[in-house]
């Protein structure tokens, strides 16, 4: 049945039981495929997200649990936007999920559950996912202290690559200090290196990456002071009469000092990247938001540094990845904030998923508007607009 619905060949009427687990098929097709109509159909997806989310909590734990489970349906029931609490010691003890899926889910569970994580081998066997449990903002201080410790004894007993040199790391180290500008405050460094350890798989395999900015403009594109100022015989002279000198030098001024930072962030490898996404200024996060690197990108938002409004501007740009406003929303201190949130809804690139699980928490106000905004999906402005009618309703009763 999944592949005939994979391939549009099953009438609506038969996709619309499909949406309300209704087929009868075996417990374990069945949630494939509603994870498929959850992920994939814009008709029926919104329908299918709801039928999971009340989905029998024995035949969802037994999926958890086995390796043979379709990838698709395992990132489903992981995914921080969709977990359900009673099958986090199944997902744990599943070989099929990777660290990097723990981790993300480390990071935003609840106080309760980071119990259950604590007393889990595999967990504590992980730097990844002990790391992000660090990050993890529900953590008390007993559990703080745990991980704390925990986090201490893997950096007391580094592993050794096969074959890599002890010098290697000093080596990389002189390099990338010749690189970065000040940055040695001190502030952050615990963060820095709980984050260089928790992804340092990832970052060995994107080294090679040069900086590019997601949507860059040509100046930015060009890198370099030369191209980012605008040509002296394009610029005419302002009139000494009319424009004050210190308003005519200003916006060459601004120009020039963003020409400065790409060619800083320029010059620098991956980590030496990181490092400035984590401690440097609020123009460097500005410009690494947009670093074509995701795990660039990702560590802006693990900066100490990183303000309220800067997040605000980053929910609602359409020039950043995919996984940048994903993450935005696994952070509990940022979902707070109303207008983060709501931006995230309005941001036409934002993931259909956390978009539509996003819109219970809008007003009724920016429901209206959303259910008017052509950027985003159809199927967001026609929740919106049924979201906007329920709630009008309600008022009224």
């Known amino acids: 049945m999944i592949e005939l619905i994979r391939a549009s060949a099953v009438p609506a009427n038969l996709m619309q039981s499909a949406a309300r687990g209704a087929l009868s098929v075996p417990p374990g097709e069945m949630l494939e495929i509603l994870v498929y109509l959850a992920t994939q159909s814009k008709v029926f997806g919104e329908q299918a997200a709801l039928t999971l989310a009340g989905w029998d909590e024995a035949s969802s734990r037994d999926a958890a649990a086995n390796p043979n489970t379709p990838k698709e349906v395992l990132d489903y029931l992981v995914a921080p936007q969709n977990f359900r609490p009673p099958l986090l010691p199944a997902l744990l003890g599943n070989s099929a ?226 996984a940048v406003l994903r993450q935005i929303t696994i952070k509990r201190r940022f979902m707070k904030n109303y207008v983060v949130m709501r931006n995230l809804v309005f941001n036409p690139r934002t993931p259909l998923d956390v978009a539509l699980g996003l819109m219970k928490n809008l007003l009724v106000n920016d429901l209206k508007n959303l259910s008017g905004n052509k950027e985003v999906p159809e199927t967001v402005r026609k929740l919106a607009l049924r979201m906007f009618k329920q709630k009008l309703e309600t008022k009224k009763d």
């Open 97 to 322: 999920i990777g660290e990097e899926s723990l981790s993300f889910l480390a990071a935003a569970i609840s106080r309760d559950l980071v119990d259950v994580m604590l007393k889990n081998e595999r967990v504590m066997q992980s730097k990844a996912i002990v790391a992000s449990l660090a990050s993890n903002q529900n953590l008390s201080g007993i559990q703080s202290n745990i991980v704390e410790e925990r986090l201490a004894s893997f950096k007391q007993a580094p592993v050794q690559a096969a074959g890599e040199s002890a010098m290697e790391p000093n080596l990389e180290s002189a390099v990338l200090s010749s690189a970065l500008p000040d940055i040695s405050d001190g502030e952050g460094d615990a963060e820095l290196a709980a984050y260089l350890s928790a992804n340092a798989g990832e970052i060995a395999a994107e080294a090679g990456k040069a900086f590019q900015v997601v949507g860059a403009t040509q100046e930015e594109a060009g890198g370099d002071t030369a191209s980012a100022a605008p040509p002296e015989s394009k610029a005419p002279e302002p009139a000494p009469e009319t424009t004050p000198k210190k308003q005519a030098n200003k916006p060459e001024s601004n120009v020039l000092e963003r020409g400065s930072a790409l060619q800083k962030i320029a010059k620098l490898d991956i980590t030496g990247r990181i490092q400035l996404a984590m401690k440097g200024t609020k123009e460097d996060r500005s410009l690494l938001i947009r670093d074509g690197t995701k795990i660039v990108a990702l560590a802006v938002l693990e900066s100490p540094k990183i303000s309220d409004g800067e997040v605000e501007k980053f929910a609602s740009q359409k020039n950043v990845l995919e």
